[in-house]
């Protein structure tokens, strides 16, 4: 059964870089995109963005100048760096195997049917 | 303000019908598929359908999935207390490039 385990820093101060590892247990990280997913407190979700096994990466453009999302398939870990955090950057951060695939920049196929747990990552001075 | 829009609230007793809309315009849901996750309290979101309508293993049938041009709707029979949480819409926008959710709806179940 696959499962998907996250880890990073939960607390960071202003103009700081958030660094989150999501690793792929009992699976392959080849053959789906992977994401990463935030939901501020008492709010919503936001998608940040997907990278496949090939390099190939969407991001949401409104953060598009901050996120980075890389894969190794070595480790089948993925990662997410998002720089020049601020308050507003505070929500639990999910990472999750979909979509299944996308051709060139459609992904028609949008779903996620892996997720991990979460983390809280706080940004207060 | 989401892209997708769904109602903040629904609410139905045990062993009654509710449905859940998801409203978009033709670059989201009118040209791709929307998925639906529900999210228990304190807990990740889990995927509920896929591709408009179809369910992974081990989501009961009381869970359906439908859309019609440029809305979909998540409909859930046989209410059950467990069923309260907050439930999303989402699919791919190919204006924005980018994958979009609803707000969410929180369901009641009286």
């Known amino acids: 059964q696959v499962q998907l385990q996250q880890w990073g820093a939960g607390l960071l101060k202003p103009s700081e870089t958030l660094s989150l590892t999501c690793a792929v247990y009992?699976?392959?990280?080849?053959?789906?995109?992977w994401s990463w997913i935030r939901q501020p407190p008492g709010k919503g979700l936001e998608w940040l963005g997907e990278?496949?096994?090939?390099?190939?990466?969407n991001y949401n453009p409104s953060l598009k100048s901050r996120v980075t999302i890389s894969v190794d398939t070595s480790k089948t870990q993925f990662s997410l760096k998002l720089n020049s955090v601020t308050a507003a950057d505070t929500a639990v951060y999910y990472c999750?195997?979909?979509?299944?695939?996308?051709?060139?920049?459609?992904?028609?196929?949008?779903?996620?049917?892996?997720w991990g747990r979460g983390t809280l990552v706080t940004v207060s001075s | 303000q989401s892209v997708l829009t769904q109602p903040p609230s629904v609410s139905a007793a045990p062993g009654q019908m509710v449905t859940i809309s998801c409203s978009g315009s033709?670059?989201?849901?009118?040209?791709?598929?929307v998925s639906w996750y529900q999210q228990l309290p304190g807990t990740a979101p889990k995927l509920l359908i896929y591709?408009?309508?179809k369910r992974p293993s081990g989501i009961p049938d009381r869970f359906s999935g439908s859309k019609s041009g440029t809305s979909a709707t998540l409909g859930i029979t046989g209410l059950q207390t467990g069923d309260e949480a907050d439930y999303y819409c989402?699919?791919?926008?190919?204006?924005?490039?980018?994958?979009?959710f609803g707000g969410g709806t929180k369901l009641t179940v009286l």
């Open positions: 999750a195997r979909g979509p299944p695939y996308c051709v060139g920049d459609v992904c028609s196929f949008w779903y996620f049917d892996l």
């Open positions: 009992g699976g392959s990280s080849s053959g789906y995109y």
């Open positions: 990278m496949n096994h090939r390099g190939n990466t």
């Open positions: 033709s670059s989201n849901i009118g040209n791709n598929y």
């Open positions: 591709e408009n309508k």
């Open positions: 989402g699919t791919w926008d190919s204006s924005l490039s980018a994958g979009v």
